[in-house]
Nanobody, 124 residues
Framework: VQLQASGGGLVQAGDSLRLSCAAS????????MGWFRQAPGKEREFVAA????????RYAGSVKGRFTITRDNAKNTVYLQMNSLKPEDTDVYYC??????????????????WGQGTQVTVSS
């Protein structure tokens, strides 16, 4: 599946952003979808994942309660609503599709297809 992330930008601390990940070539309904982020020189880290049906979600502790992952399988799109943004949320955000077991859905190496990334910058 081909993924295209968008919606990043420059915001101030406390603001909100909504990232979108539009898929093509295949339906995302067959995949667990995830959002990850990466800063220069650092490893890519898990942010959030959503199950195939959307009934299950999981979050990294650092974003829980502030970020919400959703999906619209009919539109073949996954979203990441980010509220109460902090400067430490500044990163390049990537969406990914894969078939990990749900218990392993935070593991970067279990996702096969990745979008190109969208920059999120939060100023203090």
């Amino acid at each position: 599946v081909q993924l295209q992330a968008s919606g990043g930008g420059l915001v101030q601390a406390g603001d909100s952003l909504r990232l979108s990940c539009a898929a093509s070539r295949r339906s995302i309904s067959n995949y667990v979808m995830g959002w990850f982020r990466q800063a220069p020189g650092k490893e890519r880290e898990f942010v959030a994942a959503i199950s195939r049906s959307g009934s299950g979600t999981r979050y990294a502790g650092s974003v829980k309660g502030r970020f919400t992952i959703t999906r619209d399988n009919a539109k073949n799109t996954v979203y990441l609503q980010m509220n109460s943004l902090k400067p430490e949320d500044t990163d390049v955000y990537y969406c990914a599709a894969g078939s990990p077991a749900w218990s392993a859905s935070s593991m970067t190496n279990l996702y096969r297809d990745w979008g190109q990334g969208t920059q999120v910058t939060v100023s203090s």
